[in-house]
């Protein structure tokens, strides 16, 4: 199994479309035997399905994700475990033991009002957290 985490400085980064690496596992037996940091590119977005595709990923944890990507990401046969915050380590070995939770009510959409100088971390809070919306749009 191969497993893909949007990653910044150890923690998962909470906005799937403008991740700049990812840290990808290989699963073997219930245990890690490889993992490395690797860049995007300045893929984004759409791309991104397309790039883990490249890399063999069978899932994907992630933060706050748009529609379109969740589509993307499912056409690829990705299985996609959104929503997640805190040490990318820790997640994918809860993943392995079983017990990262799998929400399906995560989506990200507010990417209508990134054109106006409104990202989703100029709340001054974290997107991926489970108990607040992002401002009026939501985040998850």
């Known amino acids: 199994m191969r497993i893909a985490v949007t990653y910044d400085n150890g923690a ?3 906005h799937f479309g403008h991740t700049e690496q990812f840290k990808v596992y290989d699963v073997e037996n219930g245990k890690v035997v490889r993992a490395a940091v690797v860049d995007t590119n300045g893929s984004g977005h759409g791309a ?8 063999q990923v069978d899932t994907l944890i992630c933060g706050g994700i748009g529609g379109g990507a969740i589509n993307a990401l499912s056409a690829a046969g990705i299985d996609l475990y959104p929503g997640i915050d805190g040490s990318a380590d820790m997640a994918v070995m809860q993943l392995i033991a079983g017990v ?6 995560v989506r990200c ?3 209508d009002h990134h054109g106006e100088g409104h990202d989703c971390g100029s709340h001054g ?4 957290s489970h108990d ?7 985040c998850h």
């Open 12 to 14: 998962i980064f909470q």
């Open 109 to 111: 959409s507010h990417h």
């Open 48 to 55: 991104l399905a397309t790039f883990l595709n490249a890399f």
């Open 132 to 138: 607040h919306s992002c401002g009026s749009h939501g």
């Open 125 to 128: 809070h974290d997107c991926g």
């Open 100 to 105: 990262l939770p799998k929400r399906t009510d």
